[in-house]
């Protein structure tokens, strides 16, 4: 199993431990070379939206991943965590909504993860 693979697996765990709504996974690999794979995800507030980040966080820590970069934790409307390979976008549902990466990246190949 690959390391992004093996990432994101990871990531979808800690998601799903805090109640994630619709949970995707996007293999843009294929599509460009910023990352290999995007997992997009909402909550229904602010508080579930930060505490779906820190899991994601501290469970990837243990893991031995470090994040490069982690964007709009005080806003948590749309927040990015940049893992190289992996991307993850947790959202509010208005802001996922509005952003719509599902249909911006729409080229990429939506994974099912068991």
Same mark, same amino acid.
């Given at each position: 199993?690959?390391?992004?693979?093996?990432?994101?697996?990871?990531?979808?765990?800690?998601?799903?431990?805090?109640?994630?709504?619709?949970?995707?996974?996007?293999?843009?690999?294929?599509?460009?070379?910023?990352?290999?794979?995007? @997992? *997009?995800? =909402?909550?229904?507030?602010k508080?579930q939206v930060?505490?779906?980040?820190?899991?994601?966080?501290? $469970?990837? /820590? %243990?893991?031995?991943?470090?994040?490069?970069?982690?964007?709009?934790?005080?806003?948590?409307?749309?927040?990015?965590?940049?893992?190289?390979? @992996? *991307?993850? =976008?947790?959202?509010?549902?208005?802001?996922?909504?509005?952003?719509?990466?599902?249909?911006?990246? $729409?080229? /990429? %190949?939506?994974?099912?993860?068991?």
């Open positions: 199993m690959d390391q992004s693979y093996e990432m994101t697996k990871i990531v979808i765990d800690a998601l799903a431990d805090k109640k994630a709504v619709d949970v995707r996974v996007i293999d843009i690999s294929n599509v460009t070379v910023m990352a290999d794979y995007f @997992i *997009i995800a =909402h909550g229904t507030n508080n930060q505490a779906m980040i820190d899991n994601v966080e501290e $469970k990837m /820590g %243990k893991a031995g991943y470090v994040p490069r970069q982690i964007e709009g934790y005080q806003n948590a409307n749309w927040i990015l965590m940049d893992y190289g390979d @992996i *991307i993850v =976008h947790v959202f509010d549902q208005e802001n996922r909504l509005f952003y719509d990466l599902e249909r911006i990246w $729409k080229d /990429g %190949k939506i994974i099912q993860f068991s």
